[in-house]
């Protein structure tokens, strides 16, 4: 069974940065597509970006060109790293392969 554990929210000003990761675990993380969703208050849950086993990665518009995912398969974690944050990036932030999903780390950007 897969488990996914994600850290590294957290509170920062508008223009910094945030390097969130993705611990998997109980499966062979490189053949897994993995991605990130956020949820703000009162929203849907939307997609970020992913990374496919290959390396391929897909970013929602805004994430691009600020947001950078990549993966390390030794240490079997998936990273974002987040930089130029303004408040409406302010969410929790879920790391999802398949049905698995992690608990969220909370991201709170302040003017």
């Known amino acids: 069974q897969v488990q996914l554990v994600e850290s590294g929210g957290g509170l920062v000003q508008a223009g910094g940065s945030l390097r969130l990761s993705c611990v998997v675990s109980?499966?062979?993380?490189?053949?897994?597509?993995v991605a990130w969703y956020r949820q703000a208050p009162g929203k849907q849950r939307e997609f970020v970006a992913n990374?496919?086993?290959?390396?391929?990665?897909i970013y929602a518009d805004s994430a691009k060109g600020r947001f950078t995912i990549s993966r390390d398969i030794a240490k079997s974690t998936v990273y974002l790293q987040m930089n130029s944050l303004k408040p409406e990036d302010t969410a929790v932030y879920y790391c999802?392969?398949?049905?698995?999903w992690g608990q969220g780390t909370q991201v709170t950007v302040s003017t």
């Open positions: 999802n392969t398949g049905h698995a």
């Open positions: 109980g499966g062979i993380p490189s053949i897994y597509v």
């Open positions: 990374v496919a086993r290959s390396g391929y990665t």
